[in-house]
């Protein structure tokens, strides 16, 4: 499978459209879901071209994957839900079409602000 350029999030990394900007840095954006699920949600993408976790795994350098991993802790200490700064949250990636993933470039979602519930519906 070959990454789509045309996918949203790679039109909101272009600043082809826009969105609710929590944080950025050279490896990652991150912002609020369109649609939250929780009473926070918030996504956080890498910078690159990345279709879901297991490409990521195979093709991002070792400074883009600490960069993923230190951005998710930096945008959940941000909102206030990291263990450090609050009540914790649940870090959740969709990965292809068994795991329900609709948008083909990798994302964390955070999502907290409260109970976030049964892990599997
Ligand atoms: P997934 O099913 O894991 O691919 O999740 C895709 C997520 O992207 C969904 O939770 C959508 O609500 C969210 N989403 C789609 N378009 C946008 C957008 N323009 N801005 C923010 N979130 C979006």
Redesign the pocket.
């Known amino acids: 499978m070959t990454y789509d350029d045309k996918n949203?999030f790679a039109k909101?990394l272009r600043g082809e459209?826009p969105?609710k900007k929590i944080y950025e840095d050279e490896y990652v954006l991150s912002?609020?879901?369109?649609?939250p699920?929780k009473k926070i949600h918030a996504?956080v993408i890498p910078k690159g071209k990345f279709i879901d976790l297991d490409d990521f795994a195979s093709k991002a350098s070792e400074k883009e994957i600490s960069g993923l991993i230190k951005g998710i802790n930096t945008v959940a200490k941000k909102l206030k839900i990291s263990s450090d700064t609050g009540k914790g949250y649940r870090a959740l990636a969709?990965i292809n079409e068994n795991g329900?993933?609709?948008?083909p470039h990798l994302?964390f979602?955070l999502f907290g602000g409260e109970k976030v519930g049964k892990m599997v519906e």
Do not use: A, S
């Not at 329900?100 to 948008?103: K, T």
């Open positions: 949203i909101i459209i969105c912002f609020y879901d369109i649609n699920q996504l969709n329900g993933q609709e948008v994302h979602h």
